[in-house]
């Protein structure tokens, strides 16, 4: 059974999350978020994967990725392997290191032709067809391997 983190910040993310928390070839070991997003009000709004992690009685990290702190968090999950879906910050290299098996990427458009705040609403407007998700291997130059998945 591999250990895994996973990273996912928004709505969108939450149903990975589970699949991965349901499936017996994984053991979740914690969740990654962006800290919480402030609001019009003086409370912070929890981020959907945040919420969703601490439910299913999963650590979750919801610190800066470039932190000391951060890193110690993720250091103390012992993780063998890292799915990412929208997780919203980009890694570096010492957390990238950190996985020995690796960071997975999950990103819903045909990259890179397809990125940003609004990929697959942007690929539908185009009448991309088939819209297609792309699945990477994070690295320092970011995309290492890419498939699109039909």
């Known amino acids: 059974?591999?250990?895994?983190?996973?990273?996912?910040t928004p709505d969108v993310a939450v149903p990975s999350l589970k699949a991965f928390a349901a499936d017996p070839r994984f053991d979740v070991v914690g969740v990654i978020t962006r800290p919480d997003a402030p609001t019009a009000r003086p409370q912070a709004h929890a981020q959907p994967g945040q919420?969703?992690?601490?439910?299913?009685?999963?650590?979750?990290?919801?610190?800066?990725?470039?932190?000391?702190?951060?890193?110690?968090?993720l250091n103390n999950l012992h993780a063998d392997i890292a799915a990412v879906i929208a997780y919203g910050n980009i890694l570096p290299k010492n957390v990238l290191d950190a996985?020995?098996?690796?960071?997975?990427?999950l990103h819903f458009s045909?990259?890179?032709?397809?990125r940003g705040a609004a990929p697959a609403q942007r690929a539908i407007w185009a009448a991309t067809r088939p819209p297609a998700p792309t699945c990477s291997r994070s690295a320092r130059v970011w995309t290492m391997a890419r498939s699109s998945l039909p």
């Open 1 to 8: 059974m591999l250990k895994l983190v996973f990273a996912g």
């Open 51 to 73: 919420g969703d992690g601490s439910e299913l009685g999963l650590p979750v990290i919801d610190l800066k990725p470039r932190s000391p702190e951060f890193m110690e968090a």
């Open 110 to 114: 045909n990259l890179p032709k397809w």
């Open 99 to 105: 996985v020995p098996m690796g960071w997975y990427n």
